[in-house]
């Protein structure tokens, strides 16, 4: 039976071994680890910088019309950690990934393997699949985008174009929407050409109440200004109000009556609350103080067929 001989290596050849190719492979793996950790605690230390920012601006506005403007505009502190955690994770996942593929081909090389045709393989591939998922990347890179720009979020108002409703669900690649029948929409990120946010910001509240020709315009006013000033000192109401309700005068003169406007800056989603609080607050106070509102003229029936003499 044959003895196979194996080389002798001296302990000079097996240090120079160990001192060649593994040392480089385990100073590869180490720099990689410890990058990936750097870029770890740089970005955790972005993450919470700006959270603190965030939170003394919030402080900062102080009293109860810059707590209602915080949350009117959007920047509440539960949904701004949130934004800012999300793009915290998608900034370590794209570290993550270009770490480990730098470090993975760096080893490839020590180790010997030809990258030239990998790499062109890899470009021809991704090339192909470039093109055959084009949409899944418009899909992903949409959704990228929305989170860190916080256009919208679960619970949101949005009218998308498509459908008006709330959303319920917010990925990468799709957004769930529920309309005001109950219907769930799954609208593709890379389908959305615009948002429309109504409960980022503030809404406004705009009220129109008719008044006889012949009433006093000025004693109507006035009677509305009372009610609109005691409905923004109203505890149960002064949360959703930013500023007080105004009363912009006559908007038009015509069929017999005179229509006055009120206008109103509220909370975002709010204004429809305000407006029928306004409407039954401007009814009971013409009734109390006597204001007429427009003459309803009678309708009269069509002429009948003319009867033959």
């Given amino acids: 039976m044959p003895q196979i001989e194996l080389p002798a290596l001296t302990w000079a050849q097996t240090r120079d071994w160990l001192l060649g190719d593994p040392l480089s492979i385990a100073i590869t793996v180490v720099v990689a680890l410890v990058a990936r950790w750097a870029a770890f605690r740089l970005i955790d230390r972005v993450v919470d910088t700006a959270t603190q920012r965030h939170t003394d601006r919030v402080v900062?506005?102080?009293?109860?019309?810059?707590?209602?403007?915080?949350?009117?505009?959007?920047?509440?502190?539960?949904?701004?950690?949130?934004?800012?955690?999300?793009?915290?994770?998608?900034?370590?996942?794209?570290?993550?990934?270009?770490?480990a593929t730098i470090a993975l081909l760096t080893v490839m090389?020590?180790?010997?393997?030809?990258?030239?045709?990998?790499?062109?393989?890899?470009?021809?591939?991704?090339v192909a699949l470039g093109f055959g998922a084009q949409s899944?990347?418009?899909?992903?890179?949409?959704?990228?985008?929305?989170?860190?720009?916080d256009q919208y979020g679960v619970g949101d108002v949005v009218d998308t174009g498509e459908v008006v409703g709330t959303v319920e669900n917010v990925s990468l690649r799709v957004t769930q929407l529920r309309d005001g029948n109950g219907v769930t929409w799954y609208v593709r990120n890379g389908e959305i050409l615009r948002i429309g946010n109504r409960s980022q910001g503030w809404s406004m509240a705009m009220v129109d109440v008719p008044i006889?020709?012949?009433?006093?315009?000025?004693?109507?006013?006035?009677?509305?200004r009372d009610v609109?000033?005691?409905?923004?000192?109203?505890?149960?109401?002064?949360?959703?109000?930013?500023?007080?309700?105004?009363?912009?005068?006559?908007?038009?003169?015509?069929?017999?009556?005179?229509?006055?406007r009120i206008l109103a800056k509220c909370v975002a989603q709010e204004h429809f609350a305000v407006q029928r609080e306004m409407r039954e607050r401007i009814k009971l106070a013409f009734d109390r103080e006597g204001v007429r509102g427009p003459v309803v003229l009678p309708t009269l029936p069509p002429p009948g067929p003319v009867g033959r003499a």
């Avoid at 006889?212 to 009677?223: F, N, S």
């Fill in 109 to 126: 090389a020590i180790v010997g393997i030809p990258l030239g045709p990998m790499l062109a393989s890899a470009g021809v591939g991704g």
């Fill in 136 to 149: 899944l990347v418009k899909d992903f890179l949409s959704g990228i985008f929305m989170i860190v720009e």
């Fill in 60 to 99: 900062s506005l102080g009293g109860r019309a810059g707590r209602v403007l915080a949350s009117a505009v959007g920047v509440d502190r539960e949904r701004h950690v949130q934004r800012t955690r999300t793009m915290g994770a998608i900034l370590r996942s794209i570290v993550s990934f270009v770490i």
């Fill in 228 to 260: 609109v000033g005691g409905l923004h000192e109203d505890a149960l109401w002064a949360d959703r109000l930013i500023e007080e309700p105004e009363v912009v005068g006559v908007e038009s003169i015509a069929g017999g009556s005179i229509t006055i």
């Fill in 212 to 224: 006889a020709y012949d009433e006093d315009v000025e004693r109507a006013q006035r009677v509305i």
